[in-house]
């Protein structure tokens, strides 16, 4: 039972509507874009993790902190005796180990998951113990890809492999357990305890001025030129797009950009390049405003 869902973090909503609107550096646009990649292999591990018939609790995406130091928990599963720490990789390619490092197939060092997996695991066992939590920790380092393979993976640690997950998960649900009261008060206490703030924020600064208005195709990039009712067609890629949906999306882009802004018609109207009639955006606005009510859609004019 999913208790704590996962979303896109603000930082990916950030810098997915700045990749459309500006040129990002070489270093911030690989920065999103592994930020996205992560984000998908999460989506997909949550995806296995729905098939976990046994009683559980389940929390995505926790961001808690232990003596000063921030940890992100990709997935924590409690279960009667114990909870399992899953850190989720969408690696793609060949990789392997080599003593503490951790090598593309060409030999180029990059950050081994497993350190990062033993930095989780001390903190969180560090949380348990100060919150009075007496429950065992089993760390797994999953690969959710199924074009990632590895080579020489260190047998005394608990890695799961795309070929494995779906054994994985079939033996996961051949376990007896029950929750009690105990598990709730645990998962509670993980809960008030994640900071939805997160202090890793890597988002460039950026002028309202230097940023494109218009809207973008979800596929190329690509600004839209012509306005012809029901849909938007990209000029480039031919992609279609239904109109209301395109000019949501850039509203939300915008409230992402500018969460203290007020939305008016007139902003959202140069925001999108002059591209749909006023009358259109001020109904639109008007109906997200009714659908969301107190939500986050708060000020319109
Ligand atoms: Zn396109």
Redesign the pocket.
Known sequence: MFLKERYESEELKVLKALNTRMVLSEKEKQYYLNLQKGFEGEVMFDGYLQQITMQSYILNDLLLEQNHSHFQIDSLMIIQRLSYLFEVKNFEGEYYFEGDTFKTINGNEVKNPLLQLDRNVSLLRQFFNSSGIKIPIEPYLVFVNPEFTLYHAPLNRKIILPTNLNRFIHQLNNQQTTLNHQHVRLSEKLLASHITKSPFSKVPHFEYSQLRKGVF?Q????GMVEYHSHILT?P????PVNTKSALVQSIEDYQVLYPSEKLSTNTIYEWTGDLFPKRTIRQTLKENLIVSGYGQWSYYE
């Open positions: 195709c596929k190329c990039g690509t990209c480039k890629c031919g992609k």
